[in-house]
């Protein structure tokens, strides 16, 4: 991840806050190495980079920078959402995630 991407993720949390929303930056999906150097992976494909719950109502969101789109995986994720009754998408900017929330009478 770069750090315009972190920084985006972080400005997203720190306005979910303000609105009184709780989130959670979901670690994308790696390789550690126990203590014996065997590789590990953690995380799971598709997950989007922050989950939160905004007045009772769960939302995934996916940062993006330039040009990228959700990716397959992350599509299938953000569909199981929308299925369960929540809101997945991919914002851009902070204005992005308030015009979505806004839109859903969440913000």
Known sequence: MSVI???LVRSIRL???GIGALS?????????FDKNGRPVKIGKKGRLDIC???????VAIDAKI????LKPDQQKFADAV???GGIAFA?????????????????
């Open 5 to 7: 991407h972190d920084d």
């Open 15 to 17: 306005y979910l806050s």
């Open 24 to 32: 959670i930056h979901v670690e994308t999906p790696g390789l550690l």
């Open 52 to 58: 939160s719950c905004v007045k009772g109502r769960f």
């Open 66 to 69: 330039g040009r990228d789109r």
């Open 82 to 84: 929308t299925r369960a």
């Open 91 to 107: 914002a851009w900017s902070v204005d992005d995630v308030a015009k979505t929330l806004a839109a859903e009478g969440l913000a």
